[in-house]
Structures are given as structure tokens and as C-alpha cells.
T-cell receptor, first 114, second 116 residues
């Protein structure tokens, strides 16, 4: 039972390159989230998916796209990376059986854009 | 709109002494409040949660938090710090207490340093 997994763990990109961050969960949760974490700013929501087939923007969606491929997988894509997107990215899930707001986090992807 | 403010960006204590991490919230209704902990280079883990069932909430590893509506506070405490408590702590409010798709709003984080 792996919980929430993210790949890759680390990535270095050059400005303008594209990449996709992968997130998968085996918790059978409906809701999935992508956050970015920057020093002194806590976590900020990029996009979320309340259920398979739906996605919505969060607080900082610009420069990102997402795909909810199925119930298990939620990917985050950077089409043209910029240095401002250097951050640590976390995927999280939330189930219907638990308390609203109780989320489970993956280990994070550390992205550097040069 | 809901928001949280963590009053200290950095707290340093000696091992064996009490811990106090302060959090104030703003909400238009009785909120769901959480404390999450993040150890170095790790993901976040739920420490405890307030749901209105009791104002004093007990969490993992000996941490507690007290919901005080009159002060709009949800401070995190522990009677005796351990070296393993060194981490970053986030006070969090859910923007929708009735929905399992509610979004979390994070405070800026407090780094807890524990000195031997």
C-alpha cells in the first residue's frame, strides 16, 4: 500500500523546456490536488480534481496544465518552464470517508528551472 | 474568505522544554482547522484536526491544540520538546467544512528548532 507516489523526485530543466510531473494514489480517493511550496509562503494550490474527469484551477494555475487520467492518476504539465516555477511540488489526495480537509501528501518533486 | 496567520516564522526551544506555535485564523463560519508537520525533505503529515467536537484536540506525538473562538486562535503546544520534533509546522484551514472537495488554505509555516 504505497499511498501517494510522485515521479520524478528531482528534476532540472532549462527555461522553455516542458515536462510532466506524475502522481498516483492507491487510496481510492476521489479528490486530488497539486500544490507548490516556496519558502515563507506555505503551500499554494495550483489545480485540483474533485473527481475523475473534472479539474479546476486553484490559486496559482498560470503556466500549468493538468490531466486526471483516471481515478488513480493526476498529472501536472509545464509546457514552457520558467525560473519562477522553481519550487517543490506536492500531490495530495482526499477521500470521502474521512474528515473534509484531511489530505494525504506525496513525498514531493523538487524542480529547478535554470 | 478563510485565512490563517502563523505568528512566528521560526521558534527555537531546548529539548525537554515546552513548545508553543501560534496560529490565528479568519473565517466567516466555524472552521475546520488542522496542523500539518513536514520533516526535512519529506511530504506533509496530518498532526491533528479540529472539527468542533471538542475545543482541545490531541494529536500524534504528544501535540495538542486548543480552539479559542473568542481569540480566533488555534495554537499548537507540546509539554516537552524532543529532538525529533524539529520540523516545519503548518496551520491550515479548510475552505468548506461540509465538502470532501474543499480546498486547504495554508499558513506560511513555522520552523521549529530543538536544541540539545
Amino acid at each position: 500500500n504505497a499511498g501517494v507516489t510522485q515521479t520524478p523526485k528531482f528534476q532540472v530543466l532549462k527555461t522553455g523546456q516542458s515536462m510532466t510531473l506524475q502522481c498516483a494514489q492507491d487510496m481510492n480517493h476521489n479528490s486530488m490536488y497539486w500544490y507548490r511550496q516556496d519558502p515563507g509562503m506555505g503551500l499554494r494550490l495550483i489545480y485540483y480534481s474533485a473527481s475523475e474527469g473534472t479539474t479546476d484551477k486553484g490559486e496559482v494555475p498560470n503556466g500549468y496544465n493538468v490531466s486526471r487520467l483516471n481515478k488513480r492518476e493526476f498529472s501536472l504539465r509545464l509546457e514552457s518552464a520558467a525560473p519562477s516555477q522553481t519550487s517543490v511540488y506536492f500531490c495530495a489526495t482526499q477521500g470521502t470517508g474521512g474528515l473534509p480537509g484531511e489530505q494525504f501528501f506525496g513525498p514531493g518533486t523538487r524542480l529547478t528551472v535554470l | 474568505a478563510q485565512s490563517v496567520t502563523q505568528l512566528d516564522s521560526h521558534v527555537s526551544v531546548s529539548e525537554g522544554t515546552p513548545v508553543l506555535l501560534r496560529c490565528n485564523y479568519s473565517s466567516s463560519y466555524s472552521p475546520s482547522l488542522f496542523w500539518y508537520v513536514q520533516h526535512p525533505n519529506k511530504g506533509l503529515q496530518l498532526l491533528l484536526k479540529y472539527t468542533s467536537a471538542a475545543t482541545l484536540v490531541k494529536g500524534i506525538n504528544g501535540f495538542e491544540a486548543e480552539f479559542k473562538k473568542s481569540e480566533t486562535s488555534f495554537h499548537l503546544t507540546k509539554p516537552s520538546a524532543h529532538m525529533s520534533d524539529a520540523a516545519e509546522y503548518f496551520c491550515v484551514v479548510s475552505d468548506d467544512r461540509s465538502s470532501n472537495t474543499g480546498k486547504l488554505i495554508f499558513g506560511q509555516g513555522t520552523t521549529l528548532q530543538v536544541k540539545p
